[in-house]
């Protein structure tokens, strides 16, 4: 008896071929697509920490640097903030309002005013508002140690007010006998808002005033320098004053970007500092 082949167990070589290339098309593809996959998540999770480094520092830098200044050093963040015009700018301006003056003091109005409250003002007022009036021409101007809203009069409209156009500097200028002049210039435009002699001085607070400035060999903007290379900041305020009777200084006023305050004492001879203290409020 012969028997058929069993042909349903056979395969050609091309059947096998083609299903051998079959499944070597689904492992490529399998491969891509996990590959495809692979990046894809790669991405997402590069992303997603990218975003994870940024996101928290824009939550949390920003408040907490508010928060830890104290209510004077908000105060001076505001003020400087608003000020445009500089330190050197400002006593240029001021000693080219008195012929052959020199700078004894200069105050940048908002930043630490209580340091000057120990010198009264003529006016019997502290308004940081008052302004002199354009008919005011005879009355008492500031002392010569500066109050602590530098206004020369007791009078002034709030239409008038310095305070409303933005910050004020506040200069001393003496001429060479000691006669003090006052210079009031706006702390934004550079401005001069008014300048009048100081009729407030006596011959006593003159001849003080003249022997001062022919003791100081160097110029407030020297110290300005000594005391800004000690301590990167923005100078507020600058004052010749005496140093116990051991001569005289430049005692100026150095505001950090901490907003903390440190008042430099520089020898107004030798340009040496001779005291420092810094003021953490």
């Known amino acids: 008896m012969r028997l058929d082949p069993r042909r349903k167990n056979r395969h050609s070589p091309r059947s096998r071929n083609l299903k051998v290339t079959g499944a070597a098309a689904c ?15 790669d991405s997402a999770t590069s992303a997603a920490t990218e ?15 508010t928060a830890d200044l104290t209510e004077a050093q908000q105060e001076r963040k505001r003020v ?3 000020t445009e015009v500089t330190f050197d700018e400002a006593a240029t301006t001021a000693v080219g309002e008195v012929a052959g003056g020199k700078l004894v003091d200069l105050d940048l109005e ?12 003529p006016t019997g007022t502290g308004s940081p508002t008052g302004s002199p009036s354009p008919t005011d021409a005879a009355s008492p101007t500031g002392s010569p140690t500066g109050s602590p809203t530098g206004s020369p009069t007791a009078t002034g409209s709030p239409t008038a007010s310095p305070g409303a156009e933005g910050p004020v500097w506040v200069a001393e200028v003496a001429e060479k006998d000691g006669t003090v002049h006052t210079v009031r210039i706006n702390a934004v435009d550079g ?12 011959d006593q607070d003159k001849q003080q005033t003249a022997r ?8 407030p903007e020297q110290a300005a320098k000594v005391a800004t290379e000690k301590k990167k ?3 507020t305020s600058i004052s010749l004053d005496d140093n116990d009777g051991n001569g005289v200084i430049w005692s100026v006023d150095v505001v950090g ?9 520089v020898d107004a001879k030798n340009d040496t500092i001779v005291r420092e203290e810094t003021d953490n409020d």
Do not use: N, Y
């Open 27 to 41: 492992v490529a593809a399998a491969a891509l697509l996990l590959t495809a996959c692979g990046q894809s998540s």
């Open 191 to 202: 401005k001069v808002i008014d300048a009048r002699v100081d009729e407030d001085q006596d």
């Open 110 to 121: 908002g930043v630490d005013d209580d340091d000057r409250d120990e010198s009264p003002s």
């Open 51 to 65: 975003a994870a480094k940024v996101l928290p520092q824009k939550t949390t830098a920003s408040p907490s640097a």
């Open 80 to 82: 400087l903030d608003a």
């Open 257 to 265: 970007s901490d907003w903390k305050k440190t008042t430099f004492d």
């Open 212 to 219: 001062w400035l022919s003791e100081a060999t160097q110029t």
């Open 233 to 235: 900041g923005t100078v």
